[in-house]
């Protein structure tokens, strides 16, 4: 929080004439012991705001730093390229095997042709069926040949696609990690700024303090102990008489005096000890 912010919170609202004429009361006076309560209550919650940014993003930091390097990422980028190797040996050999399937089936094809040329007229047929049979059977081990060969293709295609997607996220981690020591940097730097910059002080010296500020404390400090003491006017003779009225109101002149410190500034308290000097006046008086 800016100086200025600080002082918008405690700059009178209301003029000198306003005060002596009891139009309000002299806790709108500017206090010099506030405005520091306020600076120093605005620096500490700015330094704990630091502390738990900085804690953040150390953990962030710790975080994306064990997954890196052996972590995760590289683990699945390595398994990613053995699963791509894998992959393209089953599609050689799927290859390999389609190809000699056809070479075969060519090669039954061809006899088959030459047989049926020699025997036009239905001549010795056994090894003609024989080799009908064989010819389907190697279109058959061809068919299943190339569905290995697709098998693989895919299994090819899955495997670069896996390993782009954990070079992705390698990039992705390595771009976290340099934003994270970027984000912890700044916030330590920022911390250190704001444990070295000394709260400001103001040069302009505090306003004395005036006769009609001290004459209003004072009615203040007689308003409050009247509640007390006239509240029950016998017992408060009968202790002032017998010299218990401190010990006997104790609590009571307590709960007065809090009221009188939110209602009288520091500065004017420390101008004399007017609360004092009402409740002796108090103590030695009849009600």
């Known amino acids: 929080m800016k100086p200025e912010e600080l002082l918008s919170q405690i700059t009178p609202k209301y003029g000198l004439d306003d005060v002596q004429s009891d139009a309000v009361e002299t806790v709108s006076v500017l206090d010099f012991e506030e405005l520091e309560t306020l600076i120093g209550k605005a620096v500490e919650a700015r330094t704990k705001s630091l502390m738990d940014e900085l804690a953040v993003a150390r953990k962030e930091l710790t975080s994306l730093a064990a997954s890196g390097g052996d972590g995760l990422e590289a683990e699945a980028a390595e398994a990613a390229l053995e699963a791509e190797g894998r992959a393209l040996e089953a599609k050689a050999e799927a290859e390999q095997s389609a190809a000699a399937a056809e070479s075969l089936v060519a090669q039954l094809q061809a006899q088959l042709k030459d047989l049926e040329d020699e025997a036009p007229s239905g001549g010795d047929t056994a090894e003609l069926s024989k080799l009908q049979e064989e010819l389907e059977s190697e279109k058959s081990a061809n068919a299943l040949a190339k569905k290995d060969q697709e098998a693989a293709e895919s299994a090819q295609q899955a495997a670069e696609g896996a390993q782009q997607e954990a070079l992705e996220k390698t990039e992705l981690l390595e771009k976290q990690l340099l934003e994270a020591q970027t984000n912890l940097e700044g916030a330590e730097k920022e911390l250190e700024a704001a444990k070295a910059s000394p709260a400001p002080v103001s040069d302009e010296p505090p306003k004395p303090i005036g006769d009609s500020e001290l004459k209003h404390a004072r009615r203040l400090a007689e308003a409050f102990l009247e509640e007390v003491f ?50 002796e006046e108090s103590l030695k008086r009849e009600w």
């Not at 017998?242 to 307590?254: L, Q, R, S, T, W």
């Open 230 to 279: 006239m509240d029950d006017e016998a017992k408060s003779n009968t202790a002032i008489a017998d010299g218990d009225a401190p010990k006997v109101f104790e609590k009571e002149i307590a709960g007065a005096y809090k009221q009188y410190v939110k209602r009288v500034g520091a500065a004017v308290r420390a101008e004399g000890d007017l609360w004092d000097e009402v409740l």
